[in-house]
């Protein structure tokens, strides 16, 4: 797949004014970044780029302003971050994008090798109108683009797409170690393929399984999402978390994997609760007779051998999704335990594992395995509309 599409090597950048789209929109509380992976990831390429005398020029958008200046949402507040992890000094370039005139001065007048971050793209009602006005002020300010914001690239917008037409592109190297691992794990997959899919609602994922179903081997279910299921097959719920109302969603779901040959792993057993709380009272069930008062919280221990034994079937693992209320100990637990073996059995060399989306790198994180999957992505929405088949713009943009 990286072959169909431009990369640094098919870039002339030295020298240059590189605007390098990444993805700043990285979580701050009290005036500091709490989790700078979005800007670890993008550190190789800032670096590249810096070796061969470019003036890199960080473009991002932050947080959703609504296309008016707001303070608020200001990126000057992630440039220690930068600075940080790349060890190299950061400028800002203040902007309302509304005449670049100023900042096309600082960028002419800053040394080569230098590290610039103009100010939010999206402070301008053109971004996310994909307005070729803003794209041509934005191409103004440089000679080439390079995309490295794969977290981003589900919006057609001005700095993730309308850029990559008005100046020569390719992807950054995150976003060629992301699109790599994208294709190794659902696009030209070593089989069997395993797909392990959780969180609270079918309603948020009906394309994804949709998808899924027709791609993958085994389709594991668990989360909130999987008491949907399991009482679209006719068993009582209890008082668990579920979408009584898509029992037929859910229901043409199992019939299209049926169709297509792909096996759907459903709990057996469930650890069940009174009360949604950390270190609630709980017992343990069998999906066929859970207490009608009680509340499914996690997978049970019958569940995750199955699982586990799906997983050693399996030369590729998606994940997205932790397989029960992992934020509440002791209901962690079956996240823990299905994303420590997958890791396991990555490190042993048997499977490619690839997670990614909203809640799924938290859950990783909290079970330890975060650096031992083959690859995690940053994205949230992207990788859902990945998993979903869904071409996007940010990266068709970038085919050769
Ligand atoms: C994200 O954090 O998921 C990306 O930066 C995209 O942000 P958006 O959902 O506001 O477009
Ligand atoms: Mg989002």
């Not at 999206?122 to 080439?144: C, I, K, Q, T, Y």
């Not at 299921?229 to 209890?238: C, E, K, Q, T, V």
């Amino acid at each position: 797949m990286t072959s169909a599409f431009k990369t640094l090597k098919d870039l002339d950048f030295g020298g240059k004014r590189v605007l390098l789209r990444a993805d700043l929109n990285v979580p701050v509380a009290d005036g500091k970044v709490t989790d700078a992976t979005r800007i670890e990831r993008i550190v190789p390429t800032i670096r590249e780029l810096v070796k061969h005398d470019a003036k890199v020029v960080l473009l991002s958008h932050f947080g959703r302003p609504k296309g008016k200046v707001d303070p608020e949402f200001s990126l000057e507040i992630v440039v220690p971050a930068i600075a940080d992890a790349t060890g190299h000094p950061v400028g800002f370039i203040a902007t309302d994008w509304t005449d670049v005139a100023k900042a096309a001065r600082a960028i002419d007048q800053a040394p080569v090798g230098s590290v610039l971050v103009l100010e939010n793209t999206r402070f301008h009602p053109g971004e996310e109108a994909n307005d070729p006005e803003l794209v041509a002020r934005m191409a103004s300010l440089g000679d080439v683009y390079v995309n490295d914001a794969f977290s981003a690239a589900h919006r057609a917008h001005a700095s993730t797409e309308g850029l990559a037409h008005a100046l020569p592109a390719a992807a950054g190297l995150a976003m060629q170690a992301e699109l790599e691992a994208l294709e190794a794990g659902l696009g030209a997959p070593r089989k069997p393929v395993v797909a392990v899919v959780g969180g609270a609602k079918v309603s948020s994922k009906i394309d994804l399984l949709e998808n899924l179903v027709t791609k993958v081997d085994a389709l594991i279910i668990g989360g909130g999402m999987a008491n949907t299921f399991i009482h679209a097959l006719g068993y009582g719920i209890g008082k668990s978390l579920a979408e009584k109302d898509l029992a037929d969603t859910a229901q043409r779901i199992l019939d299209k994997a049926d169709k297509a040959s792909c096996a759907v792993i459903l709990p057996i057993d469930a650890q069940v609760a009174w009360h949604f709380e950390a270190n609630a009272p709980h017992r343990l069930y069998g999906v066929d007779s859970l207490d009608p008062d009680g509340m499914v919280l996690d997978i049970g221990p019958g569940s995750v051998e199955r699982i586990k034994g799906a997983i050693d079937e399996a030369q590729t693992v998606v994940w997205n999704g932790p397989m029960g209320a992992f934020e509440l100990a002791p209901f962690d637990r079956g996240t823990v335990e299905v994303a420590r073996y997958v890791a396991e059995r990555t490190k042993a060399g048997k499977l490619v594992s690839v997670a990614g989306g909203g809640d799924t790198v938290a859950a990783l994180a909290h079970a330890g395995v975060k650096d031992a999957f083959t690859y995690v992505s940053t994205a949230g929405g992207a990788f859902l509309e990945w998993m979903e088949g869904k071409a996007l713009p940010g990266v068709e943009a970038l085919r050769a």
